[in-house]
């Protein structure tokens, strides 16, 4: 008996992984921006980690609410696609027999085999094969917004957590220095952890999530200082 050949493709992790990426991202680069503009403005270390943590908190919320609805809006759109294409297998079953034989037709298939294909497929689960084939829904891409809002909440409260820990840490005339090295170091490390978990180039990758950060870093200062000078 041959050995079974398993596959693991890095495709089936997208659903969570975008979540987590963008919810560690934000929680990095938004408390970090928050805390650098709030020390620039020269606030005491109270103050700083008080704008901090609040920002974590509202961030978590915030990350989570947009993720679920987001998510739940495509949800929406797969489940009203679903009911219309089992209405339509319930009306016109020869009319989406052809439809299915013709997408496997301009893939290479030929138009008899492609035929048997689409019979064959439509027997054992009609729905199913037009839901992947037709309308590109499949156990693999399909909306979660429960697990999509959990992910961003955790992982941008963690990634918050990290500008936070820096600017307690650091001495108070250092706050806004050791925070952007501490920033850009965490984002290094998420997009070289992001791509691998993905199984991209970490190089492009690290340097798109720190060049952002250091932008957002460098403006919130900006205003930060400005303000504080005026104030």
């Known amino acids: ?106 893939r290479g298939v030929e138009l008899g085999l492609a035929r048997q294909v689409a019979d064959q497929l439509m027997a054992r689960d009609a729905l199913g094969a037009h839901a992947r084939d037709e309308l590109g829904i499949s156990e693999i891409t399909t909306a979660r917004p429960i697990q999509a809002a959990l992910a961003s909440a955790l992982t941008f409260s963690a990634g918050a957590a990290l500008p936070l820990l820096a600017a307690l840490l650091a001495p108070p005339p250092l706050i806004v220095p050791v925070v952007s090295a501490a920033a850009i170091l965490f984002l290094a490390i998420l997009g070289a952890i992001g791509a691998k978990a993905g199984g991209a180039g970490m190089g492009k990758a ?9 932008l957002a870093l460098a403006a919130t200062a900006g205003v930060g200082a400005l303000f504080g000078v005026a104030a």
């Open 1 to 106: 008996m041959a050995p079974r050949h398993l596959e693991r493709h890095m495709v089936q992790r997208i659903g969570w992984l975008r979540a987590a990426v963008l919810g560690a991202n934000d929680g990095i680069v938004s408390t970090a921006s928050l805390v650098v503009g709030v020390a620039a403005a020269s606030q005491g270390r109270s103050e700083i980690l008080l704008a901090g943590v609040a920002g974590l908190v509202a961030g978590a919320f915030s990350m989570a609410a947009g993720e679920y609805v987001s998510v739940s809006s495509q949800a929406d759109t797969e489940s009203a696609d679903l009911a219309r294409e089992r209405g339509e297998l319930a009306t016109q079953p020869a009319f989406e027999r052809e439809e299915l034989a013709n997408l496997y037709v301009a």
């Open 206 to 214: 690290v340097v798109r999530v720190t060049f952002w950060g250091a």
